[in-house]
């Protein structure tokens, strides 16, 4: 009764345990041979060792069995796990390594009877309780593994996300980083990555641009941003159809963060006003975009291949009179009437520095009563 009764404990052990696997398999996305692997990887060990202990007190002609010739099987539908040693078949006179090795005379007699040089033959050497070693050790293996694939998983999942919007919960302030669960993983905004002036109450839900995703042992570790000029792009790209249909490309991007985006646009369809539909019906699109940034002023702008007239619309919204480019030194030179001076090269020179970044020309503003004076 007690042996049917450990036997009955064991089929019951084994059944759950492929259970639980199915289960993992089918919840957490785990394949459940990747599982099964592990776990007979981890038992291969275990047999090598006690194979390995036994040997070293029986006499060389009585080892049936050596840690090279182990193997481990689980059977993928009831669970039973079989250890067996393995050898090569191979022709009498060629036998070198009896470890992993058997002459064909003695394979035929002992195993199979049509067996062929180049075969392999194998026979069962299941250790006594060994169901009961196996649970336990499957039990270890699972958790790992189950870690392991987890975050292996998370991590693919987020490499896909890399340079893409993301929307994250704000957790708390930890200093002045921002701690902030996005899906399944914790990330932190850190404060270089924040925009000045924004603070963020727990449970606020933002968007977030995933800058860089990298593989740890403790997971993947990502790096988010809110100050990113890529950040403002993929908005445009999320609000606007026309982007993403591929009719209007955002050409260039340049950004102060907190304060202001210039950002040129291109249609590639000529009946259609690449601006318009960033801004949308009654400035739909670019309102959303500008309520997302908390206020952040958007300047958005044709795009030309001519850098004369790219650098005219960057310096908007003021007026420009004349552009003289070096393309060579990538360097202009503009002229703009004089009540327009300040306005062109804007607050502390932001609008020319901006202007400056989109363009990628070293931009010199002057006005034209000055430049009349040096002519004369």
Known sequence: MAVRKKKTEANNERRELIEA??????????????????????LLAACKNQFENKNKSEKPENKKATPENIRVKIDSETGAVAVYVEYEVVEDELLENPAVQIGVTEARLKYNEKAEPGDTVKYEVTPKNFGRIAAQKAKQV????????ERKVLYVQFLEKEREVVTGIVQRYNGENVCVQIGKLDATLLKNEQVPGERFRPTERIKLYIVEVKDTPKGPRITISRSHPEFVKRLFEEEVTEIQDGIVEIKSISREAGSRTKI?????DENVDAVGACVGVNGSRVNAIVEELRGEKIDIIDWSDEPEVLIKHALSPAVVDLVTVNEEEKTAKVIVPEDQLSLAIGKEGQNARLAAKLTGYKIDIKCKSVSEEEEE
Not at 21 to 42: M, Y
């Open 21 to 42: 696997l199915d289960a993992i398999e089918k919840e957490k996305q785990i394949s459940k041979k990747i599982i099964l692997e592990a776990i007979e990887s981890s």
């Open 142 to 149: 699972v958790v790992q593994k189950i870690r392991e694939e």
């Open 264 to 268: 040129a646009v291109y249609a590639n």
